[in-house]
């Protein structure tokens, strides 16, 4: 019940049992009369509270419904319903074969990653430098054979030709020589690094398109099936008890008119036999005693306009009563429903099985990583293979020609012809110029710019790294706090969506409650203010509570409008509190210290004005005293009393 309903009761009862006072008042004559065995009580000093009710459940603070954030098959469920868990005991694991091999193939392309930053930034060592400038030197060398053979292509050979002719051949063969030993150890790891990596990533595509195809079992159908059963069923049964409510709500509705109508015909009946004679049932049950003319209200008007009164409260009660059960009943046929479409939908799902695009896009997956996988395996034949066979081909014809040409020198000299020296002069120029350049991009090393994509290109490698460790860590699901297993949605060997809840956890230690408010008492309402709680399952304690917050948003249900106000909720010794309990609460929204309090029964109305009888020298004396606050019971009395004074109750059938 709300304040004002409270305290209009309470104003009710004043106006109502005032009229016996009146009666009172004139069988005491002036005033001042003796009060026998009457009833008597002190006027006192204390607190009296207005509250306002709300009602709600008992929700655990800390609570979390906990998932994990890839798809795969549950391997481990090491919890049951009710368990105690520690803060970072491992709860379930999912099965990792295919995160591990993500985690293999990451590692794989950090190491091929930072092998490419490494090589960048020295690519060439003094070995190759040195190499490069004898290279520069022996191009130079070669210019100057070829132009001296051109010089003397007219005169005959002497030993300086002889000895050009040997350094030409020296050349030749060094040049033959690099070709041979092309590559390194350190190219050979990085091709083997991206074969490694390139297999990884062919085999996590493979069985995703494994397990894309294979989505769901038998298993998965049965369990599908017997679910949009039982909502069938569900929905039946909660249509069934909607028709037996509207049925029994609307029989006691029918009832409590019925009283109300034989209320008005007892009253107009009394009425009509002391005061107003054909007084109808219509008229009458809308006049008060108390605006009865007469010597006094006769105790039978008043029983009868009480009885009358309540038969009112009764039905008024009865039909609240028919509103909430009909709402109730509606909202579980609703939800009912829902459940019933949402399992024909998820049957729907297991029978279509994997989607076709899903499966295609796999298979394009796999096509991609069996190229890249060949590309991968071909890049390392060549860099094992060494260099190009028509590259080598062509040094070893140089050599053949410098040794013949020296040999044709040491055979006998003979006139050079003098195109052929030309286009050696140009070749050797060639030759040189090509040898330079080489040792100039050596001595400038790798771009700044080549340098930054390979250092972010080892940065993201890392990243992926950690992403797929902490992937295959996600994949063992630990207890976030101490608590207490709420629900265990699945079982071993489950298969599991991603975000989907396995678990749910609650922290027994602490409570509070999310009740809700009337929209005329929502103004009443505001942070802070103390609440006395009562919960359903425990019967006679009172708990203590604060209201914490008031949502601004409201709440609409089969019309009525209403608040959600949450309650910290203080528990105390020998009570277990559980998730889920019905809590009544009292928010005191005003408190009154330290003031003068009389019983609503000792105060009646007379002429306008609040009037009690004074025990003075055991004589009934009439006092009129100005009231404040009025609830449950008792009225504030600002003015006209004092603490200890002593008044006179009115009996109970007054």
Partial sequence: MKVWKKIGLVVLAAVVLGGGYLTVSKVMGSGDSSV???????VVRDSMDVTVSASGPVVATRQASLSFDSAGTVVELSVELADRVKEGQVLARLQTSSLERLVSQAEAGVKTAQLNLEKAQDPFDENDLAQAEAAVAQAEAGVKTAQLNLEKAQDPFDENDLAQA????????????????????GDIARAEAAVSSAQAALKTVEDALKDTRELYDDNDLANAQASVRNATVALENARLSLESTLVAQASAVTV????????????????????IQGCSPQAC??????????????DEVVTAWRNLEKARSDLEVARIAQTTAIAVAENVVDRAEVTLVNAEESLADVIEGADAIDIEIRGLQVSSA???????????????????????EQSKVQVESAQAALADMRAAPKAVDLKLSQRQVESAQAALLQAQSQLAHMKAGTRSVDLQLLDVQARNADIALAEARERLDKATMR????????????????????????????????????????????????????????????????????????SP??????????YKVTISLQPIENITLKDGLTASTEIVVESRQNILLVPSRAVTVSGGKSVVYLIVDDKARERVISTGL??????EVLSGLNEGDTVLMRESND
């Avoid at 390392?380 to 260099?387: E, F, N, V, W």
């Avoid at 009025?630 to 009225?635: A, L, S, V």
């Fill in 36 to 42: 026998g065995a009457r009833e008597r009580v002190e």
């Fill in 285 to 298: 049950s809308q006049t008060a005693p108390e605006k009865l003319v007469g010597s006094g209200v006769v």
């Fill in 166 to 185: 040997e350094a030409g051949v020296k050349t030749a063969q060094l040049s033959l020589d690099k070709l041979l030993d092309l590559y390194d150890e």
């Fill in 256 to 275: 409590a008119e019925s009283a109300v109508s034989d209320g008005e015909k007892a009253y107009s009946q009394e009425i009509n036999n002391y005061y």
């Fill in 630 to 635: 009025r609830y449950d019971g008792h009225m």
């Fill in 479 to 550: 207890a976030p706090f101490d608590g207490l297993v709420a629900g265990v949605n699945n079982k071993v060997w489950d298969k599991v969506a991603a975000g989907a809840v396995v678990i749910r956890l609650v922290d027994p230690q602490g409570f509070k409650v999310e009740a809700t408010v009337d929209e005329l008492d929502v103004y009443q309402v505001e942070p802070g203010q103390a609440v006395h709680i009562s919960l359903d399952a425990i019967p006679g304690d009172i708990l203590s509570g604060t209201v914490v917050s008031l």
């Fill in 553 to 562: 948003v409201a709440r609409r249900e089969t019309g009525v409008i209403s």
């Fill in 370 to 392: 069996e190229a890249a996988l060949s590309q991968a395996q071909s890049a390392l034949a060549d860099i094992k293979g060494g260099a190009d066979a028509l590259d080598i």
